[in-house]
Each structure stands twice: as structure tokens, then as C-alpha cells.
């Protein structure tokens, strides 16, 4: 994994091959319920409402690797910082974001379906 301006990132095909490698993976989406449900990376999660999503970190396991995921990647990174400040290890964000996950033609992973929708309360 890469370190672009002092926030973690990591590459596509980077995130595929963990994907295939790592069962202590945590993916958040957080594009809207729309995107989310027209396609996403299996096993994503959605969460749609960041500043939900950071009121509620300590419901995210600490020792799983967490990836961060937009639509364009630039969503994810600055939220990347906001898991680092606040003590977070091993969390990233997917560099170029959905966009770049589908222009790769990295679609083995994405599957139309919304049953992991996370909403939080």
C-alpha cells in the first residue's frame, strides 16, 4: 500500500489482490444507497453519511484493515485522515475511487446488490 500526502492509498488492483488475500477486510462505500446498489465492491459496506460514519467509529473493528471508498477517491482520503487522527492504523482509501475501480475493468468483484447496506442509527 502507498502513502500519497501523508494519507494511505491503495491501487485498484492492490485492493483486488487483498481482496483475494485478507478475510480481516472492511470495505466502506460511501457513495449514496443509488450507486451503491447499481454496483459496488462485493462485500462493501454502505455508508453513505460520513459524518454519521465518524460519530460512530468505535463501532468499526481497530484490527481489521479498513478501505475507504468514493466515488472519485478525493471523499475517501479526507476521511482517511480523520481515522488516522483518531488513532486508526489500517485504513486506507481506493486511489481514483469507484472510478478508477471500473476503468481498470476490475468488475469480478462488483455485483448489483444492496444486502450490505449498513445504516446507522
Known amino acids: 500500500m502507498a502513502t500519497t500526502h501523508q494519507t494511505l492509498c491503495i491501487q ?3 485492493l483486488e489482490r487483498l481482496i483475494a488475500q485478507d478475510k480481516r477486510l472492511m470495505i466502506i462505500d460511501l457513495r449514496s444507497m443509488g450507486e451503491y446498489i447499481h454496483n459496488h465492491i462485493s462485500n462493501a459496506t454502505n455508508m453513505p453519511s ?5 460519530k460512530h467509529l468505535e463501532d468499526v473493528d481497530r ?7 468514493c466515488r472519485f477517491g478525493d471523499q475517501s ?3 482517511v485522515s480523520k ?3 483518531l488513532g486508526f492504523e489500517n485504513v ?21 446488490s444492496a444486502s450490505n447496506t449498513y445504516h446507522l442509527h
Not at 50 to 54: A, E, F, G, K, S
Not at 63 to 69: A, D, E, G, T
Open 92 to 112: 486506507f482509501f481506493l486511489f481514483g475511487g469507484m472510478s478508477a475501480w471500473e476503468e481498470l475493468h476490475v468488475t469480478s468483484r462488483i455485483i448489483p
Open 83 to 85: 481515522f488516522l487522527a
Open 12 to 14: 485498484p488492483l492492490e
Open 63 to 69: 484490527s481489521l484493515n479498513v478501505v475507504i471508498v
Open 50 to 54: 460520513t459524518t454519521r460514519l465518524v
Open 77 to 79: 482520503a479526507l476521511l
